[in-house]
Nanobody, 124 residues
Framework: QVQLVESGGGLVQAGDSLRLSCAASGLTFSRYTMAWFRQAPGKEREFVAVIRRTDDTTYYADSVKGRFAISRDNTKNTVYLQMNSLKPEDTAVYYC?????????????????WGQGTQVTVSS
């Protein structure tokens, strides 16, 4: 079966950096567009970043543009989210998602598989 397992979350101070990892199994990783979403308590799940299959084109939510960077290593079946200049409003559970289409989708409903999430907490 397909599994996406996030790791790397934790508690950091505002302005610090953190790198999240998502290890995928049970799929041909290089053929999937990969994305990160996040959900804070009491709020809806929101798009963060996406990296397209084949050409590695990226797209970011305005709230993280210039601070976060998504990347992938197809030899390791892993997608990363480098988070710099973290703010308290970045506090959320971060989810990895996989999409079979050749697109840069920001809609959660587009994605076929999801991880369980990793908690990121940013203190002021």
């Amino acid at each position: 079966q397909v599994q996406l397992v996030e790791s790397g979350g934790g508690l950091v101070q505002a302005g610090d950096s953190l790198r999240l990892s998502c290890a995928a199994s049970g799929l041909t990783f290089s053929r999937y567009t990969m994305a990160w979403f996040r959900q804070a308590p009491g709020k809806e799940r929101e798009f963060v970043a996406v990296i397209r299959r084949t050409d590695d084109t990226t797209y970011y939510a305005d709230s993280v543009k210039g601070r976060f960077a998504i990347s992938r290593d197809n030899t390791k079946n892993t997608v990363y989210l480098q988070m710099n200049s973290l703010k308290p409003e970045d506090t959320a559970v971060y989810y990895c998602a996989a999409d079979r289409s050749y697109a840069l989708n920001s809609a959660a409903s587009t994605y076929d598989y999801w991880g369980q999430g990793t908690q990121v907490t940013v203190s002021s």
